[in-house]
């Protein structure tokens, strides 16, 4: 959100006068009742209303220049810590290493199956063939081919147990950002993950005037979408009252990304993997399945899993989960190299041709 003062065009030595004056003049030109059906304006109108509910009372006003507050009306960090919840084990921000290479430390978020050579798995895992013992198997997905293309999703820094601590972990009360709209409706935003919004469920928020409340997510929705709770919002004169409008903030997930109904993953495979094709375990949103890497598989390689995407709430249609597959060398690749060096001799082959091509 814009900074109040810049919303209402005022300076921030304004006096609480001309703060009132701006915001009735704005209030005025920008009422939807004025451009019925224009959006923008409708917009600005709601703006300018949050920018007056901060601005317009000179304690909140104080607040906000002193920094307890943001442009929403909500505490900043540092005077109103969120409250606690259950800590993720290994949970951490992706990122990607500056090496293509992986490491006896690394660990994939795939499990041991996609360990590459020489790597240390957690639990029982073998090192090198990638087998698991004692450990139930996942259940078998098809994957057909689809045609070639690179994926930016990055997988690095996570381990094994941060596949299934978001299908199993139990959020405490989920932040809002607040925010007055109109005379008596609320604006509240209420900050969800992607497994949240994709299976749907009850959250628990803290509405503008105080009130805990268990909102009812439905299944499937998506970034932005509002949520109308009815009669939640301000009570006016007799029997009026507002509406709390809350609307939902997707946060980004370490290796999911939502395309419609669809779930798209970067699958890292090690060489041998990709050469001899070999089978591993993936996540999915239901939870881990097998899949089959084919023999040959080249860095870019799209695989779909049939119906193990997001459940279209319009039409009941469930979408599928595609996978872009990513070869990962080891990190200690003398072993390797020597293979290479002895393979390349008369096995010269050309993947450059297109540009050629292209130029001519």
Request: charged share 25%; glycine share 12%; hydrophobic share 35%.
């Amino acid at each position: 959100m814009l900074d109040p003062y810049q919303t209402l065009g005022i300076s921030r030595r304004a006096s609480q006068a001309e703060i009132k004056q701006n915001y009735r003049r704005l209030a005025k030109e920008l009422h939807p009742d004025r451009q019925p059906g224009n959006n923008s304006t409708a917009e600005k109108f709601k703006d300018i209303a949050a920018a007056y509910h901060v601005l317009g009372d000179a304690k909140q006003r104080s607040k906000f220049d002193r920094g307890e507050i943001d442009a929403n009306g909500n505490r900043m960090a540092g005077y109103q810590p969120p409250p606690k919840s259950e800590p993720r084990a290994g949970a951490r921000k992706p990122s990607r290493p500056s090496s293509t290479r992986s490491g006896s430390k690394a660990k994939s978020p795939f499990g041991a199956k996609t360990a590459s050579a020489g790597s240390a798995q957690a639990g029982s895992a073998k090192t090198g063939t990638g087998t698991t013992n004692d450990q139930p198997r996942a259940p078998k997905a098809e994957a057909t081919v689809e045609e070639g293309g690179f994926g930016n999703f990055g997988f690095a820094g996570f381990t094994a147990s941060d596949i299934f601590q978001p299908f199993f972990r139990k959020d405490k009360k989920a932040p809002a950002a607040m925010g007055r709209v109109g005379d008596l409706d609320r604006r509240c935003k209420l900050e969800i993950g992607l497994l949240d919004a994709i299976k749907g469920g009850k959250k628990r928020m803290t509405l503008v005037a105080g009130q805990d409340v268990f909102v009812t997510v439905p299944p499937g929705v998506e970034d932005g979408q509002i949520i109308r709770l009815k009669g939640m919002g301000e009570k006016g004169k007799g029997k009026a009252v507002g509406d709390a409008l809350v609307e939902i903030a997707v946060k980004h997930h370490p290796w999911f990304v939502r395309v419609g109904a669809d779930i798209h993953v970067e699958l890292p495979v090690t060489v041998q993997e990709a050469v001899l094709g070999a089978s591993v375990e993936i996540p999915t949103i239901d939870g881990p399945v097998s899949v089959t890497v084919p023999k040959g598989a080249n860095a870019g390689v799209r695989l779909r899993l049939k119906g193990k995407g997001i459940v279209d709430p319009k039409n009941g249609t469930r979408g599928d989960q595609h996978l872009v597959i990513r070869i990962v060398l080891p990190e200690d690749a003398s072993g390797f190299e020597k293979l290479v060096k002895q393979w390349a001799p008369g096995n010269d082959y050309d993947v450059r041709g297109i540009f050629r091509k292209l130029s001519e």
